[in-house]
């Protein structure tokens, strides 16, 4: 089983280039996710009744180029496979011509939401009749690496970074670290690719240090961020390429 | 002329009691001013080819109720006048049983884009078709005075803060200032009013100092938030009330 959810990018949606946001872009395809996942009945607000909430631990997202306001958007998504503690969740984007301008493959794990322990998948009665036999539509989402650290940032989270499973929302690391390049680099974003690996959980009050690097002697400039807590733990880690 | 504009509450929308975000439903709310306006000719695409946009002076919101994941939200929204310099727009939102959930009264000015100062609003040559003989639905938005600040936190502004107009975003304001307050006084807004007034932009790396106070002597509890420059102008105030 898949499905395909339509968004409209709207005024909120976009910055100053008329274009959406990255953190849009991330949020609508986790969107996605939350809403098929609901139509196949193991969606949070059904793992919530047992206690068990959904938790993404790598993403890999590709964009041809960012949608403007008024522009429907097309997801369509579906599971490929599962583990004993992930299971793999692929996205496709079509614009209103049905040309597609990116895609995105998700990794998932169920967490208890009294131990925030990871959950076997394994009962999960559903599970056959819901995947899909499709590969991924890009690379699988990278392991980010350490990379040296030549800018560091502090942040302290707020209510507004929290999302509906009581921690930071997902794409807002993204947003911090998106906010820590200069004007020039967001401008060259229009066609990239990002690799985002989630280690541990943030949540209200957290003091948190954005550590970012530009690593010039790739092919393209690659641009490194991790994001570490308190006790100098790496809780979010990524990188953005152009493509 | 008049319009409604549908929004569905997503996942991205909500916050950890499941219920749309305050900052969500003003950004809602000023996109439907925006869909409306460029149904009507006048939308910020149109103003921008004559170098001018529209800019928020004021708004004032009422909330019943807070929608949560899932449900439709109807916003139905008409100038009601026009003066040389502001002109007034009404929103009433509906749930899907046709309740209504909300309502909102905005100021906006036109400004040239390169000098940024106002513009007369008189030759607006299809005012007089555009206008709705409604009265606004609540009280319009007050004046926010002075008042004992007693707590300041710096901010300084960063990309995802920017909106198409190339300054902060109007919702922006409101949620440094929410995200101040303490987690009960949150939890005991679910109906709520806020009157904020827009008296000057920031744009991108200003750090700005966001000032609070609660005023207890009032009939309800009233948070009261002035947001200032580094020069110490206020920018943006507001009130908010529980109702």
Known sequence: MAGTYRYRIGQRDID????????TMGDLILGAAGDDADMLGFGVSDLNT????????????????????????????????????????????????GEQIGAAVTLWAMIDLDTRRPLDLSPLSNRATSLVDREPPIERPRKVGSFECTSEQRYAVVYSDIDFNGHVNSMKYLEWMVDTLPAEALAS?????????????A???????????????CPVVTHHFDIRNAAGTSICRATVTPL
Chains 1, 2 share one sequence.
């Open 16 to 23: 100053a280039s008329l274009r959406a946001r990255l953190y």
């Open 50 to 97: 047992g206690n068990a909430s959904w938790v993404l631990s790598r993403m890999a997202v590709e964009l041809r180029r960012l949608p403007t306001r008024g522009e429907d958007m097309d997801i369509y998504t579906w599971v490929s496979d599962y583990g004993r503690l992930f299971t793999t969740r692929n996205m496709t984007l079509a614009d209103e011509a």
């Open 189 to 201: 974003l229009d066609a990239l690719r990002f690799d985002i690996n989630y280690l541990h959980e």
């Open 203 to 217: 949540t209200l009050g957290e003091t948190l240090t954005i550590c970012s690097g530009t690593d010039s002697a």
